[in-house]
Nanobody, 119 residues
Framework: QVQLVESGGGLVQAGGSLRLSCAAS????????MGWFRQAPGKDREFVGQ????????NYADSVKGRFTISRETAKRTAYLQMNNLKPEDTAVYYC????????????WGQGTQVTVSS
């Protein structure tokens, strides 16, 4: 099993920044990815971005491209989501997730952290 714990959410004004962290523990895969998702009230969970843990390459949803950056610190087994120029529509519960790169399904999820952007 993999355990994921997010932190760093909070309340911020529009145009501000926040950095979320996702610390992983438990089993490791030979090759895996960590992703960020979010779910706003009344909406489906949506993909924000992901990082290939070994290669470090990333990809993002169009809605956050250029504003959000995913990075990782391998020694700490921690992924980060740096969010800049936040907008009220970024308000959501943010989740990190992990999967082996050999599968498509995200098997492991954190508990989520609330991000609220005020206008």
């Amino acid at each position: 099993q993999v355990q994921l714990v997010e932190s760093g959410g909070g309340l911020v004004q529009a145009g501000g920044s926040l950095r979320l962290s996702c610390a992983a523990s438990g089993r490791t895969f030979s090759s895996y990815a960590m992703g960020w998702f979010r779910q706003a009230p009344g909406k489906d969970r949506e993909f924000v971005g992901q990082i290939n843990w070994s290669a470090g390459n990333t990809n993002y949803a169009d809605s956050v491209k250029g504003r959000f950056t995913i990075s990782r610190e391998t020694a700490k087994r921690t992924a980060y989501l740096q969010m800049n120029n936040l907008k009220p529509e970024d308000t959501a519960v943010y989740y990190c997730a992990a999967r082996s790169t050999f599968v498509v399904r995200w098997d492991y999820w954190g508990q989520g952290t609330q991000v609220t952007v005020s206008s």
